[in-house]
C-alpha cells in the first residue's frame, strides 16, 4: 500500500527506506515524488541513491539538479546513471571534472555518462570551463591522471597544451620523459620555440641521472640547440653507457659548438665512441675540424694506435692524422713516431707486424 511505503520511505531503518523507495519507482507511484525528493537528504547514501534512481523512474526532472549537487559531493554511479538517463546538459559541469578523478572506475563511468548526454561535450562551455583544471591535472603524481589530462586538452582543443608540458617538464624530473614524448607528438616543431629554453635544466638533470630516457635528453638537448647542452654533454661521452657515449656525440654534432672539438676527437682513441659516430659529429661541427688547434693535440696518440690490432680505430686514426696534415707521414711527429711503430714490427699478431710496416713504408717513402 502507498501509505506503508511512505511511511517507510521515512523509516529510521535505512534497509526498510530504501526497499521502499526501490518499490515506488518501480511502481511508478508519483505521489511519491515529493516525499522521494525529501529522500534525497537522508543521512544514508544508500537510501539517497535508492530515491534517486526512483524520481529518475518516475522521469522527474526536478531530480537532476540535487543529484548533480549529491554527484559533485562524491561521485558515485548511482548518480551518474541519473544523470545520464535524463540527458540533462547542466550534468557536464561535474562530470568532465570527473574524468581525472583518481578511481578508474569513475573516470571511465564519467566519460560512458557524457557520451550518453552529449557526444559533443569536449566542445561544450563546461569542458571549456574545466580546461585548468585540466593542465593543473597534467602535474598531478599519477601517470594515468596526466595521461587523461593530456588527452582532454587535446579533444577540448586546448591551445596552450604544449607550453603546459613546458612547465611539466620544468617541474617534474620524473615527468621529464613522458612529456618531451608527448610534445614530440604534438608539435615535431616543439624544439624550435622560444619557450623550449626553459627545459633545458631539466633534460640537463636528465642526462646526468640513471635510466633509459638519458638518450632522449640528449636528443631533445640537440635539437633544442641551447649552448648550455655542451659541458653535460662532453661529461656524457665518458659515460659508462656506450649507446648514450655515442648518442651524445651525436648531440654536440647537431648543437655545432667547437668546444667539443677536442673531447671529440680523442673519445674513439680511448675507445669509448664508435670512430664513425666521432668523424660525422667533428664534420658536424667544422667541416675543417683538422685544422683546429685542438685536433692537433692528439697527434701521438693517433700515431700510437696506426699499429692497434683494431682495424676500425687504425683506420680512425689514419683519417684523423690526414684531416690534421694531408702530409703527416713526411711530419717530424711521424719521424719521431718510427721507433715506436718499428717495435711493432715484432709483434706476435700478423695484423699488427703488417700496419706496423705499412706505415713505415708511408714514412720512409
Request: charged share 30%.
Amino acid at each position: 500500500m502507498l501509505w506503508w511505503k511512505l511511511r517507510q520511505l521515512k523509516s529510521d531503518d535505512w534497509r526498510a527506506a530504501e526497499r521502499a523507495a526501490l518499490e515506488l519507482g518501480a511502481a511508478k507511484e508519483r505521489q511519491a515524488a515529493d516525499p522521494l525528493l525529501a529522500a534525497l537528504g537522508s543521512p544514508h547514501e544508500r537510501v539517497r541513491f535508492a530515491a534517486a534512481w526512483a524520481l529518475a523512474e518516475l522521469g522527474d526532472p526536478r531530480v537532476v539538479e540535487p543529484v548533480i549537487a549529491l554527484f559533485r559531493a562524491r561521485p558515485a554511479e548511482p548518480y551518474a546513471r541519473v544523470l545520464g538517463k535524463f540527458k540533462d546538459p547542466r550534468a557536464i559541469e561535474s562530470l568532465v571534472v570527473t574524468l581525472i578523478h583518481e578511481d578508474p572506475a569513475m573516470r571511465q563511468l564519467a566519460a560512458v555518462t557524457l557520451e550518453t548526454i552529449d557526444p559533443g561535450w569536449p566542445q561544450s562551455p563546461a569542458a571549456k570551463a574545466a580546461i585548468p583544471r585540466f593542465r593543473e591535472a597534467l602535474h598531478d603524481p599519477h601517470p594515468d591522471v596526466k595521461r587523461l589530462a593530456l588527452e582532454l586538452l587535446e579533444k577540448t582543443g586546448d591551445q596552450e597544451v604544449a607550453r603546459e608540458l613546458l612547465r611539466v617538464i620544468e617541474r617534474d624530473i620524473a615527468s621529464v620523459g613522458w612529456a618531451v614524448r608527448e610534445l614530440d607528438r604534438i608539435n615535431p616543431e616543439w624544439t624550435r620555440l622560444p619557450e623550449a629554453a626553459s627545459a633545458v635544466p631539466a633534460l640537463i638533470e636528465l642526462l646526468r641521472g640513471e635510466g633509459f630516457e638519458r638518450e632522449l635528453a640528449a636528443e631533445t638537448l640537440a635539437a633544442i640547440g641551447d649552448p648550455r647542452a655542451v659541458d653535460p654533454l662532453v661529461e656524457a661521452l665518458r659515460d659508462r653507457d656506450r649507446d648514450l657515449r655515442n648518442a651524445a656525440a651525436r648531440a654536440l654534432g647537431l648543437v655545432g659548438d667547437p668546444r667539443a672539438i677536442s673531447s671529440l676527437v680523442v673519445a674513439p682513441l680511448d675507445g669509448l665512441l664508435d670512430p664513425w659516430v666521432a668523424q660525422h659529429a667533428l664534420v658536424a661541427i667544422d667541416p675543417k675540424w683538422g685544422t683546429t688547434p685542438e685536433a692537433r693535440t692528439v697527434m701521438s696518440s693517433c700515431f700510437r694506435k696506426l699499429t692497434t690490432r683494431d682495424w676500425a680505430l687504425r683506420e680512425y686514426a689514419v683519417s684523423t692524422l690526414a684531416a690534421i696534415d694531408p702530409n703527416w707521414p713526411q711530419s717530424e711527429a711521424a719521424r719521431d713516431a718510427i721507433p715506436m711503430i718499428e717495435q711493432q714490427l715484432h709483434h706476435p699478431d700478423p695484423d699488427v707486424r703488417e700496419a706496423a710496416a705499412r706505415v713505415l713504408a708511408l714514412i720512409r717513402r
